[in-house]
């Protein structure tokens, strides 16, 4: 199944989010910040954009009983148009997993939590943002279950600057995107019978603008408050010195 879970005015500013993260770090604002996270700045770009893409592919997991499904139509949830993909001789809901929305953000988060053994820290952050999010989901007939977009990144930045001030750039984006599928998704699945929705991704509409504005805003914020230069060689081992004098 493929179709953008939103309206392309929407993607556009999905995508001038990405282009702005990518001119930010082109001229070294960010280039602390993405040292921090753990990745190498020539992969930051690929794997936001194969996420942004990404969103386009829906991989088919299960099937709801029959029911009366809608069709082709834009649903607003927050402020941000959904889109209801056009179908004929539709059996019932489809429960899928988006490939941007969901599958490359856990691969990704998965890797941050090892490479930086943020186990501990990454178990509390998901569990609050899984929290919240569910808290503040809600079932939309039609689409599925949405979420409003800048909660996930407002709160991912926040635990994280609580949890590891060192490492929040990385545990931002693992609990944003893993507590947002769990919270938003995972524990709403029982609500999507008799919704009426053609298809429900795990990580696509309702929660995929979420999950995509966490993997740029909550490195943004978290790595601005933490690229600090004065204390860039503590971090790295590396006592500052003064400059010698002729």
């Given amino acids: 199944m493929h179709y953008f879970p939103i309206t392309l005015p929407f993607m556009a500013f999905l995508f001038f989010l990405f282009l702005l993260v990518l001119i930010l770090v082109e001229v070294g604002v960010l280039q602390y910040a993405y040292q921090k996270i753990g990745i190498d700045r020539r992969y930051v770009f690929t794997i936001l954009l194969l996420s942004l893409l990404g969103s386009y592919v829906n991989l088919p997991v299960f099937q709801l009983p029959p029911e009366v499904v809608k069709s082709d139509g834009i649903i607003s949830f927050f402020g941000v148009p959904y889109v209801i993909p056009r179908v004929t001789e539709w059996p019932g809901t489809v429960v899928a997993v988006n490939l941007g929305g969901a599958v490359i953000p856990t691969i990704l988060s998965v890797y941050l939590m090892a490479k930086n053994r943020l186990f501990v820290q990454s178990l509390v952050g998901v569990t609050v943002v899984a929290a919240i999010v569910h808290?503040?989901?809600?079932?939309?007939?039609?689409?599925?279950?949405?979420?409003?977009?800048?909660?996930?990144?407002?709160?991912?930045?926040?635990?994280?600057?609580?949890?590891?001030?060192?490492?929040?750039?990385a545990l931002a984006y693992s609990a944003g995107t893993l507590g947002t599928l769990i919270g938003a998704d995972l524990l709403n699945l029982g609500k999507l019978a008799g919704l009426g929705a053609p298809v429900a991704s795990i990580g696509g509409a309702g929660t995929f603008d979420g999950i995509f504005t966490t993997g740029i805003l909550a490195v943004l914020l978290a790595g601005l408050m933490t690229a600090n230069p004065r204390r860039k060689n503590q971090d790295e081992g590396q006592p500052s010195r003064k400059p010698e004098q002729a």
Avoid: D, W
């Fill in 135 to 169: 808290h503040l989901s809600y079932p939309v007939p039609g689409m599925g279950i949405a979420v409003p977009t800048f909660t996930p990144p407002a709160v991912a930045t926040g635990i994280a600057l609580v949890l590891s001030r060192q490492y929040a750039p």
